[in-house]
């Protein structure tokens, strides 16, 4: 099983409606991170948490919302979307630990806002 | 903040051939310099990083070269093989308190 699993995988939605993203780990890893990717711009942070009671913005936070409801989850929101917002979106965990940086990525979710 | 650029933002290459893709920052603080590569379908995975105490680490056919006083590093890839083609980033943070900045990204592809 996949240590980061992100849902849904793929979601086409309509402008005005809220849409959560799911994202779910394994590794046991306290940090856990939610980035966009669109085209030619690399990879944005939206939000991060270092831990539970940890959240906080990153560049592109405007119009997104997110949740920490363990150390294994952290969903992502659009309260209303709109199409902009349509892009691929990743989840990532790290761990907390001297010398160690890495980030494991989820396999991503594609949202399309109509 | 932190700015990363990354160039090119496409890159062919036949198998076989050299693959050199830069990057410059603009912290002088940042200390740690991760690559990662993304197939398609999938996300990112690191493939090596360097530490700014260090101007030069290795890993088979990959290599990371590091100039701190220009603020700029770039990622070597030797004999490349088909199964190298995917889309590359460079990223740039502090150590403390890890927060990534990405490049935007290097198309690599590799014609068997």
């Known amino acids: ?114 | 903040g932190e700015n990363v650029e990354q160039h090119p933002s496409t890159l062919s290459v036949q198998e076989g051939d050299s693959a050199v893709i830069k990057c410059t920052y603009s912290d002088s603080a940042s200390n740690y310099f991760p690559w990662y590569k993304q197939e398609l379908g999938k996300g990112p995975q690191l493939i090596i990083d360097i530490r700014s105490n260090v101007g030069e680490k290795k890993d088979q056919r990959i290599a990371v070269t590091l100039n701190k006083t220009a603020k700029h590093f770039s990622l070597h890839i030797t004999e490349t093989q088909p199964e190298d083609s995917a889309v590359y980033f460079c990223a740039a943070s502090k150590v403390v308190g890890y927060i990534p900045t990405f490049g935007r990204g290097t198309s690599l592809i590799v014609h068997p």
């Open chain 1, 1 to 114: 099983d996949a240590d980061v699993t992100q849902t849904p995988r793929n979601r086409i939605t309509k402008t005005g409606k809220r849409i959560m993203l799911e994202c779910s780990q394994t590794k046991g890893h306290d940090r856990m991170y939610w980035y966009r990717q669109d085209p030619g711009l690399g990879l944005q942070l939206i939000y991060y948490s270092f831990d539970v009671k940890d959240i906080n913005k990153g560049e592109i936070s405007d119009g997104y919302s997110v949740s920490r409801q363990a150390q294994a989850k952290f969903s992502l929101s659009l309260e209303s979307a709109i199409p902009n917002q349509t892009a691929l979106y990743f989840c990532a965990t790290s761990l907390t630990r001297a010398g160690v940086y890495e980030q494991f990525f989820g396999p991503g979710t594609r949202l399309t806002v109509l």
